[in-house]
């Protein structure tokens, strides 16, 4: 079957001016993405970090195992202030357990974000009943503990989740200031480390991670002002998602010809830019 003819050079730059707009927008989204991530972390970093959240002047400082911290913030493990829970995977070979409509999150579904949307497979109601994963409500913390290792995110939908990784939901804190407060583990292992933590990670490495406990009213203080950071990572992801669906709908029906880009004017300067990539 002969392949249907090419459009003109003139058309071919048309449509890539169209498809160049989409791409712009999904890479400012993107660095939107990053400068909202990266206020959240300066946040968590500027409260219980640098300890110079609202009110610290009246709190003075005290020696701890991890220098000096809050007087009245206790040390404790990880697992003090968040339960660390498994997943699992249901059989492959029972395809009435695989292609509905829950995200199963693995390693490999560990987005370049804090907000984890979509994942690769999906598994129907009786899938989840057949494997030692709940179905996590959104806002679950996952942390991948194989293969790729160390990768920190939250469930921006409900997703059950495979037996490499762990999924961490706050004792009294909220899901917000447990994954700022995990990222902040991580990076601090792996920078003391040299990577050698990080071959895999158990149930133990979350009870070896010592980390100060702050009051449950000052972290819900700090979670008014973070929340929205992260709601607005969420959203943007969607945006994103949306304009990647619109362009890869868009680039076949505009090489067919089925949507008419001929009464379309490309700007000078992006003809010249087309030219010099020709």
């Known amino acids: 079957m002969p392949l249907p003819p090419l459009p003109s050079i003139k058309t071919q730059r048309k449509i890539a001016v169209v498809l160049s707009a989409y791409d712009n927008l999904i890479e400012n989204n993107s660095r939107r993405i990053r400068i909202l991530e990266e206020i959240a972390r300066r946040i968590y970093h500027e409260w219980f970090v ?36 498994s997943g699992g995977t249901p059989k492959t070979t029972e395809p009435g357990y695989w292609g509905g409509k829950i995200p199963f999150f693995t390693p490999r579904d560990a987005p370049n974000a804090l907000v984890a949307l979509r994942t690769e497979k999906r598994l129907t109601d009786e899938g989840v009943s057949r494997c030692n994963s709940q179905l996590y409500p959104e806002g679950t ?26 999924a961490l939901r706050g004792i009294e804190l909220s899901q917000e200031y447990v994954v700022l407060s995990l990222l902040a583990q991580v990076a601090y292992l792996r920078a003391n480390t040299g990577g050698a933590t990080f071959d895999t990670i158990i149930v133990d490495t979350f009870r070896r991670m010592a980390v100060v406990r702050p009051p449950v009213e000052l972290v819900s203080a700090f979670t008014e ?33 089925e949507i008419d880009i001929g009464d379309l004017d490309i700007p000078t300067g992006e003809a010249r830019a087309l030219d010099i990539a020709g």
């Open 225 to 257: 002002d973070v929340r929205p950071v992260l709601q607005a990572v969420k959203v943007t992801l969607r945006a994103i998602d949306n304009l990647r669906s619109t362009r890869d709908l868009l680039l076949p029906r505009l090489v067919s010809g």
């Open 141 to 166: 913390v996952f942390i991948t503990a194989r293969g790729t290792v160390g990768k920190v995110v939250m469930a921006g939908v409900p997703m059950a989740m495979n037996q490499s990784c762990y």
């Open 50 to 85: 640098a300890f110079r959240y609202p009110g610290h002047e009246s709190v003075p400082l005290t020696g701890s195992e991890l220098g000096l911290t809050p007087a009245g913030w206790p040390v404790v493990p990880f697992t003090d202030i968040a339960d660390v829970l």
